[in-house]
């Protein structure tokens, strides 16, 4: 059985930065693509980034793009989102997501595997 495990998440000022891991566990994910999401309070849940396990492919939302990055690593079944110049607007609750590779992955119904998640908050 899958499981994912998100760490990483706390209280960073405007303007830090955060590493997020997911270890993912119970599985080969060499076929997997791996999504982080973020649901802020009052907001549906939002994809932010996923990548492949082998990290060829990998996608960015246009809202983190050149602030955050997605990446793995193979050898510990870890993805990894590292976020900098992080804003207020990037609070909320991030999950990390497990999928089969192919399909839409922007989509968060198409991910049957989740982690508990782990808050952010970006104080001003």
């Known amino acids: 059985q899958v499981q994912l495990a998100e760490s990483g998440g706390g209280l960073v000022q405007a303007g830090g930065s955060l590493r997020l891991s997911c270890a993912a566990s119970g599985h080969t994910f060499n076929t997997y693509a791996m999504g982080w999401f973020r649901q802020a309070p009052g907001k549906q849940r939002e994809f932010v980034a996923a990548?492949?396990?082998?990290?060829?492919?990998?996608n960015v939302a246009d809202s983190v793009k050149g602030r955050f990055t997605i990446s793995s690593d193979n050898a510990k079944n870890t993805v990894y989102l590292q976020m900098n110049s992080l804003k207020p607007d990037d609070t909320a609750v991030y999950y990390c997501?497990?999928?089969?590779?192919?399909?839409?992955?922007?989509?968060?119904?198409?991910?049957?595997?989740w982690g508990q998640g782990t808050q952010v908050t970006v104080s001003s």
């Open positions: 997501a497990a999928k089969r590779l192919g399909g839409i992955i922007f989509s968060e119904t198409n991910y049957p595997y």
């Open positions: 990548t492949s396990f082998s990290g060829v492919n990998t």
